[in-house]
């Protein structure tokens, strides 16, 4: 971990989300910097996603701060938020049914280019070129993270594991600096989850990226991430290198009897 305050990417200062009586969130302030891979993890309700939906601009915080390079965006709307550069997947996949893989990449690609309701409609020069510089790009990401002999077959018809690296490939899509990943690993299998561990290092050097990471199970994480923070009934309860968290008397206090 670098002491330089420069690099810091996303930070949050005494963020809190309550929900009516129930505090999801509370008092959490994360330091990330530029091309870490962070882990976020905890038992199921700790509080993980709701992190994550607040840093993204889905829900605005009870109080507390969001900061990304430094300066606040808290409050700003998600897709500002996207066009900053934050992109996230999320804990369900939510592919197109209908559309190919290239489609799939196709549609996040146009949440980030502007083209334009006119341009589309009238279908202007412009609007073509872009369209193409839209296909070409998501066939060299498709190409980058080896998906792309899979181009033009639908999306949802992929084995579980591409799918889940397809949704990562959406995200990559929209240009991030930062990618905020919701339980990728989620429903594979211990080989499939270390194979998606090594993806995500991989990502994270070929797209020049920061990461950060839910997990629900530590062992996932454990290989990947430069440093971790746990919750638990939405309160840090731990926050350090992965071998100081495996020993951590209130981390392992808070997953037993959960695992
Ligand atoms: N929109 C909401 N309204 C009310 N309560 C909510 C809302 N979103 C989340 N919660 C509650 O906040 C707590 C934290 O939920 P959250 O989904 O953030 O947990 P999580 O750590 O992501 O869990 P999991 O591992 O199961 O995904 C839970 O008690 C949940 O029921
Ligand atoms: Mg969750």
Do not use: W
Not at 26 to 46: F, T, Y
Not at 72 to 99: C, D, V, W, Y
Not at 227 to 250: C, E, F, R
């Amino acid at each position: 971990m670098s002491e330089n305050t420069s690099d810091l990417m996303l930070s949050t200062a005494h963020l809190t989300m309550k929900f009516g009586g129930l505090t999801a969130v509370s008092d959490l302030n994360l330091e990330i910097r530029k091309n870490e891979i962070v882990g976020l993890i905890g038992p199921n309700g700790a509080g993980k996603t709701t992190a994550f939906n607040v840093i993204t601009g889905m829900y605005y915080p009870t109080e507390g701060k969001v900061l990304f390079k430094g300066r606040n965006i808290t409050g700003l709307k998600p897709h500002s938020i996207t066009a900053l550069g934050i992109a996230r997947t999320f804990q369900n996949i939510r592919l197109f049914k209908e559309m190919s893989v290239l489609e799939n990449v196709l549609v996040a690609c146009h949440m980030s280019i502007n083209t334009g309701i006119f341009g589309a409609t009238l279908h202007l020069p412009g609007y073509r070129s872009r369209e193409s510089e839209a296909r070409r790009f998501s066939m060299e990401l498709l190409e980058k993270v080896g998906l792309v002999h899979l181009a033009y077959e639908k999306g949802t018809s992929l084995p579980y594991g591409q799918q889940r690296r397809l949704e990562i490939v959406r995200a990559l899509a929209t240009k991030p600096k930062i990618l905020l990943l919701d339980e990728p690993a989620a429903g594979m299998n211990p080989q499939e989850s270390r194979e998606l561990m090594d993806f995500i290092r991989k990502i994270r050097d070929e797209f020049d990226l920061t990461i950060f990471l839910i997990e629900h199970h530590m062992q996932v994480v454990m290989g990947v991430c430069e440093h971790m923070y746990v919750l638990d009934y939405g309160v840090t309860i731990a926050h350090g290198d992965p071998a100081s968290i495996q020993k951590n008397p209130k981390v392992i206090e808070a997953y037993l009897g959960v695992d």
